[in-house]
Every structure is written in C-alpha cells, then in structure tokens.
T-cell receptor, first 113, second 113 residues
Framework: DQQVKQNSPSLSVQEGRISILNCDYT??????FLWYKKYPAEGPTFLIS?????DKNEDGRFTVFLNKSAKHLSLHIVPSQPGDSAVYFCAASDSGTASKLTFGTGTRLQVTL | NAGVTQTPKFRVLKTGQSMTLLCAQDMNHEYMYWYRQDPGMGLRLIHY???????AKGEVPDGYNVSRLKKQNFLLGLESAAPSQTSVYFCASSRDRVYEKLFFGSGTQLSVL
C-alpha cells in the first residue's frame, strides 16, 4: 500500500515558467513532509520541508504548500531553471512513531530551454 | 568533508553469493539508514539504527542483515543474494529525530544475476 503517491512520473517545463510537483498521502498521522531532489548517480539531497501546523513554507524559488484536508502537498519552483532538472521525491513522517520516512515514487522534472 | 560514503559503488553478484555494503559517515550522526530504490517504487527502508549497537527493521528487511558496531559505520549484508535484490542501495544518516534532514550517500548499484 503506497502511503505517499506521486502520480506524475515526469513533468516537462520551459525555463522561466513555474513547475508544480504534486504529492498525495493517505496516512492521516503524517505530520511532517519533506521534498528531496536527486540528480543521476547521486544520492537524494534535502530541498524543503513543512510541518502540519503550517500550510506554506518558502525558501527562495521553492515553495511547498500543504492541504491537510485533502492530504495533498505540492512543490512550486518559480522560475524554473535548467539546473532544476532532476527527480523529486516527496516524503512524509509521523513524528509519534518509529524512525522512518515514507517516500513517494518520484517525479522526473525536465526544464527545457 | 566527506559526509556519507558508500562502498562499493557497483557490484555484480551471482545468485546465492554473499556480500557486505559499507556505509561510513563523518558527521557524528546517531541515526543511520539503508534504503533501496527500485523503478516505480521510490525509496524503501530496509533497516535502520538509532545509535551504536542498535538496529531495527524497516519496510523491506527480508534477505538483509545489518550491524552498527561503531557509530560511524553501518553495514548491510546479503547472505544469499537473489535477483529480486537487484537495486540501487542508499545509505543515509541524520542527527537525531526521523524528520530531521537525511544526508544520503551516492548509492551502490547492485545487480544479481
């Protein structure tokens, strides 16, 4: 049972435009959410996070939105740059239970010139 | 600053062979993790450790064993490799609670023939 879902395996966006990556979760106990970015032949690196007490968190060009009632989060990248081309994983955690993050399946973003 | 180092980077095994993947971190992190990444499955937790001398099972522990004899090292063992264990393996570490940012190694590509 996939508790964290990224339904779009890939996304192509033009440079300068907005990229929107989506993530849905089913476990209502999840209260902390993160986005990781992964380049080929490298490990994932942390990008941005959000706690369930917030509905938005911003860091430069990256903004994460959380809609708890819909169990949905999204990552907005504005403006998109070619260096943003990577696989993006969302991940969720229940801070009250055992030590693990549950990852989504990833979305491959390609930013074209 | 090396961060999280995994060895080897690539390995090909025959069914039934054994091997050990080594993970080393130089950040004095308490928590260490082993994940596997498969197409369409995202990252799944195999085993993790919350401190030296401790280990615990993750989502997909069958066929793997781990040891954390020293705080900086986390070893993943395959006693009798199977083709289903063909995957990319990532080690990660974190300072304390699970929702802290994970620092990942660059991965080990393992093929079991």
């Amino acid at each position: 049972d996939q508790q964290v879902k990224q339904n779009s395996p890939s996304l192509s966006v033009q440079e300068g435009r907005i990229s929107i990556l989506n993530c849905d979760y089913t476990n209502s106990m999840f209260d902390y959410f993160l986005w990781y970015k992964k380049y080929p032949a490298e490990g994932p690196t942390f990008l941005i996070s959000i706690s369930s007490i917030k509905d938005k968190n911003e860091d430069g060009r990256f903004t994460v939105f959380l809609n708890k009632s819909a169990k949905h989060l999204s990552l907005h990248i504005v403006p998109s740059q070619p260096g943003d081309s990577a696989v993006y994983f969302c991940a969720a955690s229940d801070s009250g239970t055992a030590s693990k993050l549950t990852f989504g399946t990833g979305t491959r973003l390609q930013v074209t010139l | 600053n090396a961060g999280v180092t995994q060895t080897p980077k690539f390995r090909v095994l025959k069914t039934g062979q054994s091997m050990t993947l080594l993970c080393a971190q130089d950040m004095n992190h308490e928590y260490m993790y082993w994940y596997r990444q498969d197409p369409g499955m995202g990252l799944r937790l195999i085993h993790y450790s919350v401190g030296e001398g401790t280990t615990a099972k993750g989502e997909v522990p069958d066929g793997y064993n781990v040891s954390r004899l020293k705080k900086q090292n986390f070893l993943l063992g395959l006693e009798s490799a199977a083709p289903s264990q063909t995957s990319v393996y990532f080690c990660a570490s974190s300072r304390d609670r699970v929702y802290e940012k994970l620092f990942f190694g660059s991965g080990t590509q393992l093929s079991v023939l």
